[in-house]
Every structure is written in C-alpha cells, then in structure tokens.
C-alpha cells in the first residue's frame, strides 16, 4: 500500500476474521465515518442485526471518538 491510498485521516482497513487479510480498504477523507445499513452511511453493512446508523467515528481536533447508535429491537 504506498502513501497515495491514505486519506486525510487515514485508511480503514476491513479485516478477515482470524487472518491478516485485508477484504477491502478505504482512505478517510471526512471528519465524520458512519455504519450502518442505510444508504447514506459511509460504509454499508448488510446483516440483519445491523441498524440503519449503526456506528460514527468522529475525527475533531487530532483526536478520534467512537459512537455507538444503540436502536430498539
């Protein structure tokens, strides 16, 4: 992976489970990086279990936070 596939804030590598594989790769480029399964999520996850946010990193200020959206069930 050179230096041109890194974002402003990073990449965010998809991991095979148990592995060192990497599925797939993203450059962070936004100050903001949402989960879920609807369509203007930054990453689509397809899995029932998933809701439609799921999850937000936020990038503000050299730091990172992680948001879990918690959705009744």
Request: aromatic share 10%; hydrophobic share 35%.
């Amino acid at each position: 992976m050179d230096g041109s596939e890194f974002g402003r804030y990073g990449v965010l590598r998809f991991m095979r489970r148990h592995e060192e594989t990497v599925i797939a790769s993203y450059p962070i480029d936004d100050d903001e990086l949402t989960f879920g399964c609807d369509p203007s999520c930054s990453v689509r996850l397809y899995y029932p279990t998933v809701s439609p946010l799921h999850a937000k990193i936020i990038f503000q200020e050299r730091k990172v936070g992680l948001s879990l959206v918690l959705s009744p069930t």
